[in-house]
């Protein structure tokens, strides 16, 4: 479209995104407008006094992409790449997310542009004071409801908290998601979306799948997702045969011992030897074995080695670890890819339970976390499912997005934003 080079407000990547979608599913042009473009950009100067005296300006983003479903949902990365435009697509895919998982949340991003090794723990508790106090007017447990995303924790949700609690005069922990327990925080959290991606894999294997035991899997990413889902399908009788992580990985085609590794990790980032012989991230992903799962960095399965996957089904845990190009070959190779935001929903689906926690000021126990958690994304996973069979449509992806999609759009005609 023409209006690409004036229109700022534009999302191109998700209009390109959408594109599938408006193929399949025959998108009005005023629903493509809608869908194409973020419904608030919040672009801010955070000023900080250095803990040498000085003063450092940082830029400051928040997109909220889509609210017809209810108050916007996302994290908050700190990385010195922040960028708007990835922002902006992050907030659709998140908005695509809540959708899909049918919690009453629409989706937002945000971040600074910030290295935070750099900064001391003072200095970043100010930055993210200063972050607060630029966009509170804009967030709130029924506006818009931040989370953890890339080098932001636990911790940097407290001073969130607290900051927001001291401007609007009350104790609001609903302000956000993944705070400390005490503060707040769900039972599960920390679990949620390895947990929540098993749930999808175990459904899909014991209703779609030609083989239901001892499927071997290979794990890339060996951090919070990935350490977590090897040591549930572990658990679940899956066979782990590789993991890795950014210095490389091991692979033993009779099984890690997934217990054993995790135990023996806790004090180096190198996998210790005597549990598989060394190889390196490009020949995990092509190894021959029933479950890949991607749980590290996007674009990790390109035009380049789409067509030596050897995999049977993909679950994407990382968001978007699949280009459009691998995508198209995946499929043609007949590989099963089930899509990031359905896979790794698990996270947001416990960060809706927490709210709802929050609201009602009454906490549960892990087990009923754990189970409203498998109700959700399984009832998500089916209607996918369903969804693929009635339309005929060759791939879980698009599934998945015209779920997504229509159910935004529904809200939207509804609430009387589309005629
Ligand atoms: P993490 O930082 O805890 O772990 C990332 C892992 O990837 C580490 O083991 C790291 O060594 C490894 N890694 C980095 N570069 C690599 C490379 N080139 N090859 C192989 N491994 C490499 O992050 P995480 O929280 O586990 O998140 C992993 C992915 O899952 C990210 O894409 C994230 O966006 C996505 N995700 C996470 C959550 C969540 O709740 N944590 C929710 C949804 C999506």
Known sequence: MDHK????????????????????????????????RPKRVLTVSIPVRMDDGEVKVFNGYRVQ???????????????????????????FLMSLKTALAGIPFGGAKGGIEVNPDELSKGELERLTRGFVKEIYKFIGPHLDIPAPDVNTNAQIMAWFVDEYSDIVGEFTPGVVTGKPLILGGSEGRELATSLGGAFVLKRFVENFGDKKENLSVAIQGFGNVGMNIAKILDDWGYKVVAVSNSRGGIFDQNGINIKDLIEKMADTRDFPSGFGKEISNDDLLLLDVDVLIPAALSNQITKDNADEIKAKIILEMANAPITKEADQILEKNNVEVIPDILAN?????????EWVQNSENYYWKEKEVNEKLKEIIESAFDKVMNLRKEKDLNNIRNASYILAVNRILEAERLRGTLG
């Open 5 to 36: 080079k004036e229109d700022k407000n534009i999302c191109i990547n998700c209009e390109e995104r959408l594109t599938d979608i408006h193929n399949l599913h025959n998108l009005t042009k005023e629903e493509q407008e809608l869908l194409n």
């Open 65 to 91: 992409y889509n609210n017809a479903l209810g108050p916007t949902k996302g994290g908050i990365r700190y990385h010195e790449d922040v960028d708007l435009e990835e922002v902006k697509v992050l907030a």
């Open 345 to 353: 929903a698990g996270g947001v689906i416990v960060s809706y339970l």
